[in-house]
């Protein structure tokens, strides 16, 4: 080996091999209205989310069509529509491990919060989808009283 290459390492990748979007779909971006004649306007910035495209693709495979929000007053980036009904998700990321939803709740306290209160006041399914180096995916579903982490996924999705 020469000074001029390197080693290179095979990365891991998160998302299982099995899951591929199979077909492509437009994605849809909501962006809130904004009233360009106030004087208290502020350019807001978005990040393309990795882990936002993964989830997105997860519940393409099991028959949702995925809608992606854009700068959302509300803590939810991706809203999964089916004809059984929507499925509103937060999909986040953690480099600490979230192993339980206690963890969940310590880490994310105002949007897990928020999204309890609002689990009550909605028809759809509210979860969270988390995933941390340590632990990978792990998916919670949003309860006024709480979470709850979800042993049947992808079944409970079908």
Known sequence: MTSGQRNTVPVQRRKP???????TETDVIVHPPVDVTSEDVQPSRTRNNPIVYEAMDLLLTYGYLPVRLSEPKIPINIIGMKKSGSLLILALRSRLPVPSAAKLRELFTGKVDYLRGMAGKVKDRIMIWVYSPACGWRYYFVYPGGLRF???FPRSLE
């Open 17 to 23: 091999a099995g899951i591929v979007r199979k077909r």
């Open 150 to 152: 979800d042993l049947d």
